[in-house]
């Protein structure tokens, strides 16, 4: 820890969206916004990693006032807000088309969609999946699968009951397909996404980036979808409302939820380790 906590100017705080940073209510704390701002005032970098697009992230980076790039698709692409600029993307192989196509076969209650760097494609639609576009606040664009084109896609998302998500589960585990990854981003969503690409793996790509080589990560998220980051990661931090599986492999359980400022509380430690407000 104490290398760590050397330069608070070295140390980049990579946080996920739902369950982390936002509230139950969707939202972003004053409690939490106000410590991010703290955070950067005193010459830390600040930034996001979640499964949201380019669109439906663009009401938070208002929010935010982010400075350095983002982690978007649950890992999928960087994103340099200010330059408007891909940094990094990785991108489904061929055949996920068909990958798809076959697990809605045998998932009839599934819906769905695939995301691309331009829009988002929505192939079934059901409560679930309307409930996503919903919660993005995003116009997707509506069309069967075999209309949507190959090129772009970053990832796909299925939709569905929570009773039938262990169910889509086994199934995928029996397919054992090889090119792509599956991940539960959510109770009702499981994600499509190419082979070894997560959050974890975005954080080696970000460690690429000019200035970061010598930066310090420290991770925070709440759910299946975030492991991979918060292990990737130089800390791995969970609220105290993260999954069983995320809790046992975090460096550090916070005592508050992200409805009561789990992120605030991280960064007050930090700001402490650093010696920052007295630096």
Known sequence: MRILFEDISKIVIMSDMDGTLLNSEKKITEKDRFAIEKFVSLGGKFTVSTGRTIEAFEQYRKMLDLRIPVVLYNGGIIYDYQAE??????YLPDGSRE????????????????????KTYVFRNNY?????TNLCGISPIYADLPEISDDGWLKVLFAMSPDDIPVMEKIIAKKNYSAVDFVKSSDIFIEMLPHNISKGSAIAEY??????????????GDFDN???????????????????SVRKNADIILENTNDNGAVAELIDYIIKKCNAENG
Do not use: W
């Open 99 to 118: 990958i798809t196509a076959e697990l809605l076969d045998t998932m009839q209650s599934a819906g769905g969609e695939v995301l691309k760097i331009d």
């Open 226 to 244: 975030d492991i991979e980051m918060i292990q990737s990661a130089d800390l791995g931090v969970c609220p105290a409302n993260a999954e069983y």
């Open 85 to 90: 600029k891909v940094l990094y993307a990785e």
């Open 207 to 220: 460690r690429k980036l000019d200035g970061m080589n010598e930066c310090k990560f420290v991770a925070i």
């Open 128 to 132: 679930y999946q309307q409930y996503h």
